[in-house]
């Protein structure tokens, strides 16, 4: 599903086997109880029960933080995170830091991330470092950049920008994710569409390098041609329609536990019940962040920032 040009032919077994251990997500489907709507109406009544214990992450184990979170989750095992998003000083308001930990006992640190002051558009930068959010400091990992209107992001990596790489563009940024937000000229209110481009995967696992010499050979020029070599296309799920709460309900298995336009969950359109990626809210400033092969934590993270950004035309 994953790997592109002729890789896809040896797919197949590979799918196969994984499909077998994967939990069966049609009784996942079917269980209501853990949609985000039901959840809110469970608490609004007057008992108090208690409070749900969200799943832990799985153990993961790292030496070199930078290498985990750009290299692919394992095939087979979802990466539980937890987002919070830090308002206070002076002028968190308008910039919050926004910080990525494993959702476990543990609550490790993963990753950093900041919208840049002065920036024509908006401009994220994504850090190792939790206090050192600067352009050159050791532990820049990523960044996240928008257009003028605020509706397509690009993610990048810590190489240099392709004027300033060597020839033979080794030590080039690459380009590891393209967001689209569907614009919304109308007006009307709804569930936000998304469309998530990234990089094809080779026969072992491993993400395609993505180095563009310009802007016109980058993944949103590339996926505006329909020219997907080596690319992946992913979308957000599409919300059913709930006639009893008159809303939108995804079942985010206990993960979220609020009710926000930003609660959205990733698929590829030949497995949509294979989550890549799921995120939601939990409180006023916490929401979880899980992630699946192929996607990486930077990747990740970049498309939760995205979410938080203000899109008027996308509302």
């Given at each position: 599903?994953?790997?592109?040009?002729?890789?896809?032919?040896?797919?197949?077994?590979?799918?196969?086997?994984?499909?077998?251990?994967?939990?069966?997500?049609?009784?996942?489907?079917?269980?209501?109880?853990?949609?985000?709507?039901?959840?809110?109406?469970?608490?609004g009544k007057g008992k108090k029960g208690?409070?749900?214990?969200?799943?832990?992450?799985?153990?993961?184990?790292?030496?070199?933080?930078?290498?985990?979170?750009?290299?692919?989750?394992?095939?087979?095992?979802?990466?539980?995170?937890?987002?919070?998003?830090?308002?206070?000083?002076?002028?968190?308001?308008?910039?919050?830091?926004?910080?990525?930990?494993?959702?476990?006992?543990?609550?490790?640190?993963?990753?950093?991330?900041?919208?840049?002051?002065?920036?024509?558009?908006?401009?994220?930068?994504?850090?190792?470092?939790?206090?050192?959010?600067?352009?050159?400091?050791?532990?820049?990992?990523?960044?996240?950049?928008?257009?003028?209107?605020?509706?397509?992001?690009?993610?990048?990596?810590?190489?240099?920008?392709?004027?300033?790489?060597?020839?033979?563009?080794?030590?080039?940024?690459?380009?590891?994710?393209?967001?689209?937000?569907?614009?919304?000229?109308?007006?009307?209110?709804?569930?936000?569409?998304?469309?998530?481009?990234?990089?094809?995967?080779?026969?072992?696992?491993?993400?395609?390098?993505?180095?563009?010499r310009s802007e016109n050979d980058g993944?949103?020029?590339?996926?505006?041609?329909?020219?997907?070599?080596?690319?992946?296309?992913?979308?957000?799920?599409?919300?059913?329609?709930?006639?009893?709460?008159?809303?939108?309900?995804?079942?985010?298995?206990?993960?979220?536990?609020?009710?926000?336009?930003?609660?959205?969950?990733?698929?590829?359109?030949?497995?949509?019940?294979?989550?890549?990626?799921?995120?939601?809210?939990?409180?006023?400033?916490?929401?979880?962040?899980?992630?699946?092969?192929?996607?990486?934590?930077?990747?990740?993270?970049?498309?939760?920032?995205?979410?938080?950004?203000?899109?008027?035309?996308?509302?």
């Amino acid at each position: 599903m994953f790997q592109t040009g002729r890789e896809k032919e040896k797919e197949k077994d590979k799918d196969k086997k994984f499909k077998k251990s994967k939990s069966p997500a049609k009784a996942e489907e079917s269980d209501d109880s853990d949609s985000e709507v039901t959840q809110k109406k469970k608490r609004g009544k007057g008992k108090k029960g208690k409070k749900e214990e969200r799943a832990p992450s799985p153990v993961i184990e790292f030496e070199d933080l930078e290498e985990f979170v750009l290299q692919p989750a394992q095939q087979g095992v979802t990466v539980k995170c937890k987002v919070t998003r830090d308002k206070r000083g002076m002028d968190r308001g308008l910039y919050p830091t926004y910080y990525l930990h494993l959702d476990n006992e543990k609550k490790v640190f993963l990753l950093a991330g900041r919208k840049r002051k002065k920036s024509t558009t908006s401009n994220y930068l994504i850090s190792t470092d939790p206090t050192d959010l600067s352009r050159g400091g050791e532990n820049f990992v990523g960044k996240l950049r928008s257009n003028l209107m605020g509706t397509k992001f690009t993610v990048f990596d810590n190489g240099l920008h392709p004027d300033r790489a060597l020839p033979d563009m080794s030590n080039a940024r690459q380009e590891l994710a393209a967001i689209i937000y569907e614009t919304n000229v109308l007006g009307m209110k709804g569930p936000r569409r998304m469309t998530v481009i990234i990089p094809g995967m080779n026969k072992d696992g491993d993400r395609v390098p993505l180095r563009p010499r310009s802007e016109n050979d980058g993944l949103l020029i590339r996926h505006q041609n329909r020219n997907m070599e080596n690319l992946i296309e992913l979308r957000n799920k599409t919300p059913v329609w709930n006639e009893e709460t008159a809303s939108h309900v995804l079942n985010f298995n206990g993960r979220v536990t609020q009710a926000s336009i930003k609660n959205f969950q990733i698929i590829h359109n030949k497995d949509q019940e294979y989550i890549v990626m799921q995120f939601g809210r939990v409180a006023d400033d916490a929401f979880t962040l899980d992630y699946n092969y192929p996607l990486c934590a930077v990747q990740a993270f970049a498309i939760a920032l995205s979410s938080f950004d203000g899109k008027i035309a996308c509302e």
